[in-house]
Every structure is written in C-alpha cells, then in structure tokens.
C-alpha cells in the first residue's frame, strides 16, 4: 500500500505533536487553570493534533512543498514574497526584521521594563492603587507599539508584528496577575481564544500579500 509521501511525513509529525498537546493542557488541567478530566484532556489533545496534522498536509500540497524541515514550512507560510523566490534565505534589508526595530529602541524598552517593576514592587509592598494600572496598561502599548512596529510605514503593514505584540503584552499582563495573585483562569481563556482568532488573521492577511505579490 502506497502513502502519499507528504501523508506520512505529518502522521510521523503528529505523534510529537500530540506528545506535547497532552503535555501542555494536563500540566494546565493539574495546575488548576481548566478543569477537565483526563479523558477530555485526550481529546482536546487529539483535536488540536488532528488540526495540525490537516492543515500541514493540505498547505504542503497547496504549495507543493517537499520539505519536511519545520523550520521551513513556518518561514514559507509567514513569507509574503512570492513562490519564485527563495523562502529559506534572510531578508536582505535588516531594517524590516523585528530584532533591528527592537535594537534601535532598546532603551525604550528597559524603560518600560523598568516601569513594569517597579510597578509590581509598589503593588506588593505598599499596596498600591490598581487603577495606576489602567495608567501603565496604556504606557505599555504605546511603548510595544513604537518598539515593535518602529517608524517604517512597511513595518505597519506586516501582520506578524501585530501578532508579537499580542503575545508581549499577554506576557506583561499574565505576570501581573501571577505576581499580584489574582485569578488567571478566566483572562486566560479570553486571551487563548483571541490568540487563536489572531493566528488565523495573520495567516489570512499573509496569505493576501503572498497572492498579490505573485500577481504581481
């Protein structure tokens, strides 16, 4: 019996992939962050692993892609250059990566960090007013605006940074809520959920750029 190459590829792929799902949801379900048997736990694993395993098989053969390396098929689907071109190979303009825009605003961003905790400390020793949060909530995303978007006009037009600055400023915002002691449990579900929508904008706003510029 003859398997598509690509098939097997991503069922070998998906014991891994499955491995680490029910790792990562029973360490949450243990910890007190979901409360879900350890039946539920399988399944969830199960589905997020049946995900994978679909879309990575129907984009390989949708962009006909050989290669197995992960690292590959990641860089192909967030590249917005076209198919002719070479997807492996690091952009030549430095200036448009996320870690040249960071670099440049590096002080800004200890500044922040700077901020961030001595925040934290206020709150903890002299129990200070939460509502100086709302204040350095604001400062933070004004902050992570300038550092990751910087001040190329390309650079706002690229989704990717969009979803970084997502997954930074959950950061800052789960720690505090660590620190503090508060309950996670419900901000932490909102956030998974608008992470999931975020990743499927991304890749639909990628995808976009990538169509239009093989048009062109």
Same mark, same amino acid.
């Given at each position: 019996m003859n398997i598509d190459p690509i098939v097997k590829e991503e069922l070998l792929r998906s014991f891994p992939v499955l491995f680490f799902s029910f790792l990562i949801i029973g360490l949450l379900n243990r910890e007190g962050y979901?409360?879900?048997?350890?039946?539920?736990?399988? /399944? !969830?694993? &199960?589905? *997020?692993?049946?995900?994978?395993?679909?879309f990575m098989v129907w984009y390989r053969k949708k962009e006909q892609i050989d290669n197995n390396n992960i690292s590959f098929i990641i860089n192909h689907i967030f590249g917005s250059r076209s198919n002719g071109e070479k997807t492996t190979e690091p952009y030549r303009n430095e200036k448009t990566k996320i870690s040249s825009s960071i670099r440049e605003h590096i002080g800004h961003l200890l500044f922040t960090i700077f901020l961030y905790v001595a925040y934290l400390y206020a709150s903890l020793v002299y129990n200070m007013d939460q509502i100086?949060? /709302? !204040?350095? &909530?604001? *400062?933070i995303g004004v902050s992570l605006s300038k550092i990751i978007y910087g001040e190329r006009k390309a650079n706002q037009?690229?989704?990717?940074?969009?979803?970084?600055?997502?997954?930074i400023a959950c950061a800052f915002i789960f720690v505090r809520y660590l620190v503090l002691g508060y309950p996670i449990l419900p901000i932490l579900k909102g956030s998974i959920i608008?992470?999931?929508?975020?990743?499927?904008?991304?890749?639909?706003?990628?995808?976009s750029q990538r169509k239009q510029n093989s048009d062109n």
């Open positions: 979901i409360s879900i048997g350890m039946s539920v736990v399988l /399944i !969830l694993a &199960l589905f *997020f692993t049946a995900i994978h395993f679909s100086y949060w /709302i !204040l350095l &909530l604001l *400062f037009k690229d989704p990717i940074r969009l979803l970084i600055f997502y997954i608008l992470g999931i929508l975020l990743i499927f904008l991304v890749l639909g706003m990628k995808w």
